[in-house]
């Protein structure tokens, strides 16, 4: 009699897994699993940072250069990792076409200046336009802003003139700019300063150009040269002439340097030292950087909205 052999029917199992077969299931098994994953506290890494480009006019004062640099670690301290470079208009190493030439990715160039005058509004944008190897943005002058006014307080009374010690009216000195806009931003700073002063007078007033040059000569090769009034000078003529007895001097002044020198000069009193690093200009070259991120570009009318970024 024949016995049948049993044949494996389409439903038996599958032959064993060989060793490697098996390690390349469970590997994919884990990937697949590890995927809908997220373990507490972790964080997927964040792009990097737009470099700040702090971009200072420059100065052959040799205390210009480590005024800057100290203000640009005090903004470093503040934002530990963001990554700060320095670059000048003019006169000081590094200039910013250098600076900008090293980069690459994004950047966000933040003019230590005051206003928008013609380093603002035209060396900016044209130095950007020369790197065009960079995605960058260009943030709002430092001025006006009630950051600003408290620094300029903080140096007044570092220098003992304010409201209540001895002064009766103050003078905001200035670079000067021949760009309306510019005098603007210095007229609201003024009314800035004054609101933290509990309504002392406070005068916009501008450097003068050095003898060497007159403005119209000037001004083909630096159209940025003030041609803004009244003088310190004249500004103290005034106030004098209205009974103000005793005025002192505050500088939107990053750095030591000409202008900052001559308005000094021409003071009748106190005159307070450059902003430098103090603490309240730090935070706000931060808030202009952020400022220019939060806004579709940096340098237009758009870039003084409010935002909401803690200063």
Not at 183 to 198: K, P, Q, V
Not at 257 to 277: E, H, I, K, N, S
Not at 293 to 309: D, H, K
């Amino acid at each position: 009699m024949t016995v049948p052999i049993p044949q494996p029917s389409a439903s038996a199992s599958p032959a064993p897994l060989g060793a490697g077969d098996l390690a390349a299931e469970i590997t994919a098994e884990l990937s697949s699993r590890l995927r809908t994953v997220r373990l507490h506290g972790f964080r997927p890494p964040r792009p990097a940072a737009p470099t700040l480009v702090a971009v200072a006019h420059g100065s052959r004062d040799p205390r210009a250069l480590p005024a800057v640099r100290a203000l640009l670690d005090r903004v470093r301290a503040l934002r530990p990792g963001l990554p700060v470079r320095l670059g000048h208009i003019e006169l000081n190493q590094p200039l910013l076409a250098d600076t900008l030439a090293d980069l690459r990715g994004d950047a966000v160039l933040v003019p230590l200046l005051f206003g928008h005058g013609y380093h603002v509004t035209h060396d900016l944008p044209a130095a950007l336009a020369a790197a065009p190897h960079l995605t960058g943005r260009i943030a709002a002058p430092l001025g006006p802003h009630p950051l600003l006014a408290e620094a300029l307080h903080g140096r007044l009374l570092e220098a003992g003139a304010a409201a209540g010690l001895g002064s009766t009216a103050v003078i905001l000195a200035a670079a000067g700019s021949r760009a309306a806009r510019s005098a603007r931003d210095t007229e609201r700073t003024a009314r800035l300063l004054s609101a933290r002063l509990g309504g002392l007078p406070v005068v916009p007033a501008y450097a003068h150009p050095s003898p060497a040059t007159t403005p119209e000569r000037d001004a083909s090769r630096h159209p940025s040269r003030t041609a803004a009034a009244p003088t310190v000078a004249e500004a103290v003529r005034t106030l004098t002439a209205d009974g103000h007895e005793r005025i002192a001097l505050a500088g939107c002044f990053t750095a030591p340097g000409r202008f900052a020198t001559q308005c000094a000069a021409a003071a009748p009193g106190v005159a307070a030292a450059p902003l430098g690093d103090h603490p309240a200009l730090a935070r706000l070259v931060l808030h202009r950087y952020d400022q220019a991120l939060l806004t579709r570009t940096g340098s237009g009318p758009e870039s003084i909205r409010a935002a909401t970024v803690a200063v």
